[in-house]
């Protein structure tokens, strides 16, 4: 053919980095089928949806099949009273927001890869290591990006640069607790990236999928700062806080009068969802508004601390062994530096042949990623804790 393909493309890895470690994944597999691999690499929960989530979708399913009470397409931004019931979670935290400014989506990592599509041609600031589709999707787009290191010393919770603080704008995507290093912005930290991005006429893009392990003062949203409804969107997702990585539902906040020059964002992103997107189906938000009902709440919660036990147990052999690491606390991973100077995907071929235990490559996370490695607190207790004997014993 003679049409032209997006040749930006050719600017990502031609591999996503879970789809290369499922292909190793499976080949050792196939050459060792008598060993038993614990797999913690891929952030995926393992616990069955909460007992109030299931019964509002089966429910809602049952409404489906009559005729009195069948819906067809959803609203694209969400029904009214998911909606709603995302504005009273904010306020449990202090947070006021409108319903005019959610919009129900089939999860985070769609919203965070599609926002790209309603900006112009602006420098992107990624803190470094990072969510894979945070830079891939704007390398896609033919964007430029500018990444800021996160290491050891400075907690992989990067600032904004000094030298940049007044000068050309920037969109700036934040995540906190971190994927992968499980690190969590303070609010004074936080408030330096809102002044920054006032200062300068900058967007935060703030991926807040992992706040409801967050405990004590650290901040649940962005919006618990000053000044963020005017430079900030936030996006977060039920599939980490009730379980939904199967059943996929998220929503983003674009805050009503947010501006990009003479341009609405609100306004722009409702036309683009309205354009290429259906919207979530009506059993799925039935089961969302059911997980932030307070019955919903608390057994959601009690599956995020069976977790972070699990993250618990994990950071006691790696405390006992000397190994440095960050996350694990208000985080469900756990980001060690690979002992003995080892790579990433050298310790990621250390632990498969010699424990069987799969993790992440931090190199798969960008260039600072590279001599650390993630460990996910999402598997069963029986694997953490057998894990936890095999690393103890290697280590």
């Given at each position: 053919?003679?049409?032209k393909?997006?040749?930006?493309f ?56 009559n ?13 009214a009273?998911l ?7 904010y ?24 926002f ?9 600031m ?19 990006i ?24 920037n ?42 392990f967050?405990?004590?003062?650290l ?23 009730a ?15 947010l501006?990009?020059?003479?341009m609405?964002?609100?306004k ?27 019955e919903?709440?608390?057994q959601?919660v ?9 993250a ?27 002992p ?15 424990v ?5 490559p931090?190199?798969g ?7 650390y ?23």
């Amino acid at each position: 053919m003679n049409i032209k393909a997006n040749t930006n493309f050719g600017n990502i890895k031609e591999s996503y980095l879970f789809s290369e470690i499922g292909k190793r994944l499976r080949a050792y597999q196939a050459e060792n089928p008598d060993k038993r691999l614990i797999r913690m690499g891929i952030g995926d929960v393992t616990l069955p949806l909460p007992s109030v989530v299931v019964e509002a979708m089966g429910k809602a399913v049952l409404e489906m099949g009559n005729k009195e009470t069948f819906r067809g397409y959803p609203p694209e931004s969400g029904y009214a009273f998911l909606k709603d019931a995302i504005v009273e979670h904010y306020k449990s935290f202090g947070v006021d927001i409108s319903p005019a400014s959610v919009f129900v989506s089939d999860g985070a990592k769609s919203d965070l890869g599609n926002f790209v599509d309603i900006l112009g041609d602006n420098e992107i600031m990624i803190p470094d290591p990072v969510y894979p589709v945070y830079v891939d999707s704007n390398l896609m787009s033919g964007r430029d990006i500018f990444l800021l290191s996160g290491s050891i010393s400075n907690g992989f919770l990067p600032l904004p640069p000094e030298d940049l603080t007044g000068g050309e704008p920037n969109v700036i995507y934040l995540c906190s607790p971190n994927n992968p290093t499980g690190a969590v912005y303070d609010r004074h930290a936080l408030k330096l990236w809102v002044d920054h991005a006032r200062l300068t006429g900058s967007l935060i893009i703030f991926d807040a999928a992992y706040e409801a392990f967050v405990t004590g003062d650290l901040p649940h949203s962005i919006y618990e700062i000053e000044g963020a409804k005017e430079c900030a969107v936030e996006i977060n997702s039920f599939s980490k806080f009730a379980g939904f990585t199967g059943v996929r539902c998220g929503w983003t906040v674009v805050p009503e009068g947010l501006m990009a020059g003479d341009m609405d964002l609100n306004k722009l992103w409702n036309r683009r969802q309205s354009t290429k997107f259906n919207g979530v189906s009506y059993p799925v938000q039935r089961a969302a508004e059911a997980a932030l009902s307070p019955e919903g709440m608390k057994q959601c919660v009690q599956n995020i601390e069976y977790y972070k036990e699990n993250a618990r147990i994990l950071a006691k052999v790696l405390d006992e062994k000397g190994v440095k690491y960050t996350g694990g606390t208000n985080s469900p991973y756990i980001w060690l530096q690979c002992p003995n100077g080892m790579g990433s995907w050298e310790f990621f071929d250390y632990l498969l042949n010699n424990v069987q235990i799969a993790g992440t490559p931090g190199e798969g996370f960008g260039r600072s990623g590279e001599g650390y490695f993630r460990l996910t607190a999402f598997g069963s207790r029986e694997d953490t804790l057998e894990a936890a004997k095999r690393l103890s014993e290697l280590l």
